[in-house]
Nanobody, 121 residues
């Protein structure tokens, strides 16, 4: 059964760093685009970063220069390194697998359940 699994969330002070990980069960990531989305309380879900099977990346303006998405195909894992975190980054972060390098969630079919990131001021 295909599953997308996120890990690495937690509580961090503003200015700190976290690294999120996303792995696939019965799903080879190296043929897909994989993205991170996030949803804060009372807000719509938004795309954060995505990486193609070829390694091309795309970032939301709000995280450009602070977040880095990368992939380790032998480990079937996608990472999101988040530096200089801000309270506005507090959200439930989701990993999603799709077929296009896009921050539009309509292109993503398989989703994890999310990992919580909380940034205190």
């Amino acid at each position: 059964r295909k599953q997308v699994l996120e890990s690495g969330g937690g509580l961090v002070q503003a200015g700190g760093s976290l690294r999120l990980s996303c792995t696939g069960s019965d799903m080879a990531f190296d043929i897909y685009a994989v993205a991170w989305f996030r949803q804060a309380p009372g807000k719509e879900r938004e795309g954060v970063a995505t990486i193609s099977y070829g390694g091309d990346t795309l970032y939301a303006d709000s995280v450009q220069g602070r977040f880095t998405i990368s992939r380790d195909n032998p480990k079937n894992t996608i990472y999101l390194q988040m530096n200089n975190l801000k309270p506005d980054d507090t959200a439930l972060y989701y990993c999603a697998v799709g077929r296009a390098l896009s921050l539009n969630e309509q292109w993503y079919k398989d989703w994890g359940h999310g990992t919580q990131v909380t940034v205190s001021s």
